[in-house]
């Protein structure tokens, strides 16, 4: 598991095994993890967040699309 950011109660990262699928970012805050595709900050699973927790979470994701997906990149090399 890699850690990309911390950007603010939440912690955003990688499977080391997520390889095999699209990019895509795991955000945990305590026990509660989501899951989004980062082509358009889709929601893939959500966990336990509440929905109002997860638009926010999903503009976060938005506001940084382009270096989360750059850390993809370099994390997997592709």
Do not use: N
């Amino acid at each position: 598991m890699s850690t990309v950011a911390h950007i603010g109660l939440y912690r955003l990262f990688f499977y080391s095994g997520d390889c095999s699928e699209p990019p895509h970012i795991h955000v945990e805050r305590g026990s509660e993890i989501a899951k989004f595709w980062l082509s358009l900050a889709r929601l893939r699973s959500s966990g336990r967040f509440r929905p109002q927790e997860i638009r926010r979470i999903q503009r976060l994701i938005e506001q940084h699309e382009q270096e989360l997906l750059e850390a993809w990149h370099e994390y997997f090399g592709h």
